[in-house]
Every structure is written in C-alpha cells, then in structure tokens.
C-alpha cells in the first residue's frame, strides 16, 4: 500500500510557474511508475506526465516544454515543475503511483493522493 500526498497547488497568474509535489510513504518508492493527471471541472481526467522507474519520462503534447517531471527516490518524492502556465491548466492536479513504469492511462495505476488544486487566472 502506497501513501501519496500532493502539495504545492495555488493561484498563479498567466505566464507564472509552480513546483507540485507528490510525497509517497513507501520505501520502495524506487520501483514504482509514477504519474501526474490533471482534471478540470466539467471534464475528464488527463494524462499531463509520467515517469517510470528506470526515470524514462513521458509528456502529454498539451504541456511538453512547459512542464517538467522529475523524482528524487532517496526522498520518495516526484515533482512537477510548471511553467508558462496558461489559464487552460487550471485543475486538480493528482499523482498516482503503479509497479515499475509509467502509463497515460489513469486505469492502470493502483495508487492515489487526494490532489491539489492550480489555479492559473489574473
């Protein structure tokens, strides 16, 4: 059982950046894919970056060169960097967590934090 915790969710203006967090309670964080989703209201839940074990990465077209996805395994920690934030990504940003590697399909990860909300508005 995996433990996720995400933070760093807030208001930014237009063209701001965040670092979002995903903390995991589990020692074997190093054998784990990781992933970011995102959902915003009235839609459903995207694919925005993932990455596996080995620290293969993989972006959604909507957020490459703007988002970057990173783990730091002696910490049990995934961040998300953003930046050039658009109004369009505006969301509940979620981490989830599954055996050793990433996937776009939020179907296939056994594990889930709460979210955090982003909000990018002027």
């Known amino acids: 059982q995996v433990h996720l915790v995400e933070s760093g969710g807030e208001l930014v203006q237009p063209g701001g950046s965040l670092r979002l967090s995903c903390q995991a309670s589990?020692?074997?964080?190093?054998?784990?894919?990781l992933g970011w989703f995102r959902q915003a209201p009235g839609k459903e839940r995207e694919f925005v970056a993932g990455?596996?074990?080995?620290?293969?990465?993989r972006y959604a077209d909507a957020v490459k060169g703007r988002f970057t996805i990173s783990r730091d395994n002696a910490k049990n920690v995934m961040y998300l960097q953003m930046n050039g934030l658009k109004p369009v990504d505006t969301a509940m940003y979620s981490c989830?967590?599954?055996?050793?590697?990433?996937?776009?399909?939020?179907?296939?990860?056994?594990?889930w934090g709460q979210g955090t909300q982003v909000t990018v508005s002027s």
């Open positions: 989830a967590a599954r055996a050793w590697f990433l996937s776009d399909s939020s179907s296939a990860y056994a594990y």
């Open positions: 589990e020692n074997t964080f190093l054998n784990y894919g």
């Open positions: 990455i596996s074990s080995d620290f293969t990465t």
